[in-house]
């Protein structure tokens, strides 16, 4: 079966880095565009970023763009998330996602804080 989990998260300072990394497996990893996507307190989850199926390319929301480097390894089967000059609003419940797989796995909790 499907199965995706996030690590990597963890308590972190403003302007702090984090490498969130998914470990994927049941399906064709090569096979499918990944997802990062994250639930801020309060808010509905948000897509972030996104890779191709090859790696060839990439797609970031406006408020990650420049800061956060989405990239995949196919022959490990594992995508990671690489997160720079973090900020408070970063806060979050990070999630990834294969597209378009309807599973998800259960996060990762980045907090931002001083």
């Known amino acids: 079966q499907v199965q995706l989990k996030e690590s990597g998260g963890d308590l972190v300072q403003p302007g702090g880095s984090l490498r969130l990394s998914c470990a994927a497996s049941?399906?064709?990893?090569?096979?499918?565009?990944m997802r990062w996507y994250r639930q801020r307190p309060g808010k509905a989850r948000e897509l972030i970023a996104q890779i191709s199926s090859t790696g060839g390319n990439t797609n970031y929301a406006d408020s990650v763009k420049g800061r956060f480097t989405i990239s995949r390894d196919n022959a490990k089967n594992t995508v990671n998330l690489q997160m720079n000059s973090l900020k408070p609003e970063d806060t979050a419940v990070y999630y990834c996602?294969?597209?378009?797989?309807?599973?998800w796995g259960q996060g990762t909790q980045v907090t931002v804080s001083s």
């Open positions: 996602k294969a597209h378009p797989l309807p599973h």
């Open positions: 049941g399906f064709t990893f090569s096979d499918y565009a």
